[in-house]
């Protein structure tokens, strides 16, 4: 069954700095993989996704995620933090089977000190 | 372009009483899903309505949950009884039908449930 995991429930960084939030997925076959954030009191919105191409993706609001089949990861990435960007991050794989379902991960609430 | 709306966004029952969710998806998707998002872990699916018809309901539990979507535009997720752990945020969400769905999801604000 596909799945992923986020291992850090929180990711502290200081404004201006990078910032990581890790993802790592179990599929079979080629995964699709996805970016989710939800600010608080809000529905999820999509972020970036990855189907197949350059292991570089590229979304919005400066985020981008690196695609690493080796190491299984698909972690997302901003060169320089911002308050703004403090939120709840999803990552997300969509489901082998006939449904197409996404498949969310537990979510890593990111922190950004001004 | 208007996005998916959800009613109510807030809601407070006790054990065993009814409630019900609406949901209106983004115009011409064909997909719909409710998700159930339990504080601290991420959205779980509910049950995927293909148009009306429904395409995957194997983590609803059909006990006390039903969902329909009669038409295959607008939907409604009703919990009767309710029960202390059904307490979650119940996200609905739309997608472009099959041959166009690459799985971005276009999620409403959703509907707060609290049970006491």
């Known amino acids: 069954a596909q799945s992923v995991a986020q291992p850090e429930d929180q990711v502290n960084v200081a404004e201006g700095n990078p910032l990581t939030v890790k993802c790592t997925y179990s599929v079979s076959g080629n995964p699709y993989l996805f970016w989710y954030v939800q600010y608080p009191n809000r529905g999820l919105q999509f972020l970036l996704k990855y189907i197949t191409g350059d292991n570089l993706v590229k979304g919005s609001y400066g985020f981008e995620a690196e695609f690493n089949k080796s190491q299984t990861s698909f972690h997302l990435k901003k060169p320089s933090a911002l308050v703004s960007d403090s939120a709840l991050y999803f990552c997300?794989?969509?489901?082998?089977?006939?449904?197409?379902?996404?498949?969310f991960g537990t979510g890593t609430l990111l922190a950004v000190q001004p | 372009e208007a996005g998916v709306a959800q009613s109510p966004r807030y809601k407070i029952i006790e054990k065993r009483q009814s409630v019900a969710f609406w949901c209106n998806p983004i115009?011409?998707?064909?997909?719909l899903y409710w998700y159930q998002q339990i504080l601290g872990q991420g959205p779980k699916l509910l049950i995927q309505f293909q148009n009306n018809g429904v395409v995957d309901d194997s983590q609803l539990p059909k006990d006390r949950f039903s969902a329909e979507r009669l038409k295959g535009v607008d939907s409604t997720l009703k919990i009767q009884p309710a029960k202390l752990e059904d307490s979650a945020v119940y996200l609905c969400?739309?997608?472009?039908?099959?041959?166009?769905?690459?799985?971005?999801?276009?999620f409403g604000e959703g509907s707060r449930l609290t049970v006491l």
């Open positions: 969400a739309s997608s472009l039908g099959p041959g166009a769905n690459t799985g971005e999801l276009f």
């Open positions: 997300a794989v969509r489901d082998d089977g006939a449904t197409n379902k996404l498949i």
């Open positions: 115009s011409g998707h064909a997909t």
